[in-house]
């Protein structure tokens, strides 16, 4: 069993920064085998691909309109992924959910991944 927690979501100003963490844990659990995605989900709307990035961190995957503004990171050391969010615009507001699956690509569909946390609120005002 893997626990995924989110973190670092609050209310910004358009133009601002935030960094959203998402700590991993379980029984003997390591993140070095598995691969991590941030989705959003904006209200009355469906759960949208945000970012994904390979086991090793080798490898990353943006959508078109966040590319450019937000970068996935992650410290398998510390069993923790990231995502820096600049340049913040209202159309960013939106739950984020930090996503886990095992394998070493990455990918950008929600039914690819096993393990999901409850979430953190990012609201952009304008």
């Known amino acids: 069993q893997v626990q995924l927690v989110e973190s670092g979501g609050e209310l910004v100003q358009a133009g601002g920064s935030l960094r959203l963490s998402c700590a991993a844990s379980?029984?003997?659990?390591?993140?070095?085998?598995?691969?991590m995605g941030w989705f959003r989900q904006a209200p009355g709307k469906e759960r949208e691909f945000v970012a994904t990035?390979?086991?090793?961190?080798?490898?990353?995957y943006y959508s078109d309109s966040v590319k450019g503004r937000f970068t996935i990171s992650r410290d398998n050391a510390k069993n923790t992924l990231y995502l820096q969010m600049n340049d913040l615009m209202p159309e960013d507001t939106a739950v984020y959910y930090c996503?886990?699956?095992?394998?070493?690509?990455?990918?950008?569909?929600?039914?690819?991944?096993?393990?999901w946390g409850r979430g953190t609120q990012v609201t952009v005002s304008s």
């Open positions: 990035i390979t086991w090793s961190g080798g490898s990353t």
């Open positions: 996503a886990a699956t095992i394998a070493r690509s990455y990918y950008t569909q929600s039914d690819d991944y096993n393990y």
């Open positions: 379980g029984r003997a659990f390591s993140m070095y085998a598995w691969a």
